[in-house]
């Protein structure tokens, strides 16, 4: 793929933007409509209306799946078609064979190689091009969608999306956590640095970059925050990588954030942080989602493995993490 890299400006005016959000009603979706309500731009939303059918009732929707194509659009056209929930080659080829608009595709920090995190670093492939199973092949499934867009199109690769409205318990834990009281599990080394981004920075960002017409690939992440200082509301007793290991803890799912030195590396945010990124204190992101989390009734909600929502029994449990702590203190 032959793809403008950002800095190249393509003049849409200062009117509002017709946007066509591929899903629109879950985390990151939610978040860029309600964002770009907000700055008046024009939404449509294409989605099965599973989700949440009765969010935006004010913004037109058209139902259909992604599966049985976008016939349902009719053949028109908006500034933008935006895409949350782009998993499989198949159908990102398919809704970008639609010709509906300029493309932006979310895509991950998870499609680099090794230990690079420049826009530019080699990325992820897939072993076999017919695999779809997103939960074991994720990097390379997103690496071969970004493979498919066109050059005028703009690749936003997030790290971790943390704020209100995460179901996925993946930065929802800790809050919650520490919240709760009590001895806390700390894992690994305290300063060791995790990135993430608010959603509502990163659909501000992300609608600042459409405005502009900026076409390229950017990370989108904060520039890092100690475990140490995230967690420092809290009576943290800090358990070595190798224990959590010896003790089959998945890293960063049973134990968000969580990512053993082996598995490390900073994600670079220059080019974002150049073309107008600029994230919040991380305490905001961490009151807002605790404020969600303790107001929100029922449980969490969750979807199949395509939509990348993780049920929240996959994190830490208190009965395992009382366990863990006893056989930490009474280690030899």
């Not at 700055?39 to 935006?56: I, K, M, Q, Y």
């Not at 998993?87 to 608009?101: E, N, T």
């Not at 492939?125 to 493979?147: N, R, T």
Request: proline share 8%; charged share 25%.
């Amino acid at each position: 793929m032959h793809r403008r890299r950002p800095g190249h400006r393509l003049d849409l005016g200062t009117r509002g933007l017709r946007v066509l959000v591929l899903g629109g009603t879950v985390f990151l979706g939610r978040h860029l409509v309600e964002a770009a309500l907000a700055g008046g731009h024009e939404v449509t939303l294409f989605n099965r209306g599973r989700s949440d059918p009765g969010a935006f009732p004010d913004v037109e929707q058209v139902r259909g799946d992604r599966e049985a194509g976008l016939g349902a659009l009719g053949g028109r056209s908006w500034d933008w078609v935006v895409d949350t929930s782009g998993y499989l080659p198949r159908l990102v080829r398919q809704s970008v064979a639609a010709g509906l608009g300029r493309y932006c595709f979310f895509s991950s920090v998870s499609v680099y190689e090794g230990q690079g995190t420049l826009e530019d670093s080699p990325r992820r492939s897939l072993a076999d091009p017919a695999i779809e199973d997103v939960d074991q092949e994720y990097p390379g499934l997103k690496a071969a969608c970004e493979d498919l867009l066109p050059a005028d199109s703009l690749v936003i690769r997030p790290g971790l999306i943390v704020g209100p409205d995460d179901p996925t318990e993946r930065f929802t834990y800790w809050p919650l956590r520490i919240h709760r009281g009590g001895e806390v599990l700390g894992p690994g080394d305290p300063e060791r640095e995790c990135q993430f981004i608010d959603v509502r920075d990163l659909a501000a960002f992300s609608l600042s970059l459409m405005q502009e017409g900026t076409a390229g690939s950017l990370n989108a992440v904060n520039e890092g925050v100690p475990m140490g200082e995230l967690l420092a509301g809290g009576e943290v007793t800090w358990v070595a990588d190798d224990f959590l290991l010896e003790h089959d803890v998945t890293p960063y799912t049973e134990m968000p954030l969580w990512i053993p030195p082996e598995w490390g590396r900073r994600v670079d945010t220059r080019r974002a942080r150049a073309s107008g990124l600029s994230p919040r204190p991380w305490r905001e992101s961490w009151q807002a989602t605790l404020q969600w989390a303790l107001g929100r009734s029922g449980p969490p909600p969750t979807q199949d493995s395509g939509g990348r929502l993780r049920p929240p029994a996959e994190s830490l449990s208190a009965e395992r993490e009382a366990e863990l702590l006893r056989l930490w203190h009474a280690r030899a």
